[in-house]
């Protein structure tokens, strides 16, 4: 059998010199920067073509998109005869159903018909 020694083996460094330290580091920060630049020209050339994309659709939407008229200002409410409570919306009841409906239900009441307000009156089917 034969014996293998180990023997440590020490890696000595060099020591560097102040101007090569100095050039180390400056051309490190010069790597690091100029990936730095590089990614921004990037973000930049890419927000430009997002927006040149968004202004491209916008356009081609408006085109598209009929000219809008302008609305005219709101109507202002119908002046409704004295003592009225308003209006009264009717869903698939004729207006002479409706009004002999409002009469019968003043005369169940036993109030006039101008105190009492019908806001809608709906057949049910």
């Known amino acids: 059998m034969q014996l293998v020694s180990l023997t440590s083996t020490t ?3 060099e020591m560097l010199g102040l101007g090569d330290a100095f050039l180390k580091a400056i051309l490190g920060y010069a ?5 730095l630049i590089l990614l921004m020209v990037v973000i930049i050339i890419v927000g ?3 927006v040149a994309s ?7 939407e408006e085109k598209a998109a009929p000219v809008e008229t302008v609305k005219a200002a709101p109507e202002a409410p119908k002046k409704t005869a ?4 308003g209006e009264c919306k009717l869903y ?3 207006p002479k159903v409706a009004a002999m409906i409002m009469a019968i239900v003043a005369d169940q009441m036993g109030k006039p018909l101008n105190e009492l307000r ?3 009156i709906k057949e049910v089917k």
């Open 11 to 13: 890696i000595q460094g």
């Open 31 to 35: 790597v690091v920067f100029i990936g």
């Open 48 to 50: 430009k073509i997002m």
């Open 54 to 60: 968004t202004k491209r659709k916008a356009a081609a």
């Open 82 to 85: 004295p003592g009225s409570a």
């Open 92 to 94: 698939d009841t004729d």
């Open 118 to 120: 019908f806001k809608s």
